[in-house]
Nanobody, 124 residues
Framework: QLHLVESGGGLVQAGGSLRLTCTAT????????TAWYRQVPGKEREGVSC???????HYTDSVKGRAIMARDKTKNCVHLQMDKLKPEDTATYFC??????????????????WGLGTEVTVSS
């Protein structure tokens, strides 16, 4: 059973940076696709980035050029480095593990694993 824990969220000023980490136990992350989704209460969940099991990475347009996702196989985790943060990046960020990358698939699917989330607040 895969267990995911997100970390690295916090309060940051606009223009600042954060590095989110999703650490897994119970199975190897590199056997799966791992994605970051974010959600603001009352708004639709948004796919932010995803790294496939072949290490191909996908980003949503709103973070392209500001975000870098990477896999750390030695620590069985993935990171999402986000720079030039904007107030609209404020959300709870969730780590999701599934068999494929499809950022538009923002609903929980059978077989998914989801973390509990880490909050990111960007002040203007």
């Amino acid at each position: 059973q895969l267990h995911l824990v997100e970390s690295g969220g916090g309060l940051v000023q606009a223009g600042g940076s954060l590095r989110l980490t999703c650490t897994a136990t119970g199975d190897r992350l590199d056997d799966y696709a791992t994605a970051w989704y974010r959600q603001v209460p009352g708004k639709e969940r948004e796919g932010v980035s995803c790294i496939a099991n072949d290490d191909k990475i996908h980003y949503t347009d709103s973070v392209k050029g500001r975000a870098i996702m990477a896999r750390d196989k030695t620590k069985n985790c993935v990171h999402l480095q986000m720079d030039k943060l904007k107030p609209e990046d404020t959300a709870t960020y969730f780590c999701v593990v599934r068999s494929y990358c499809l950022l538009s698939q923002n609903r929980m699917q059978v077989g998914d694993y989801w973390g509990l989330g880490t909050e990111v607040t960007v002040s203007s």
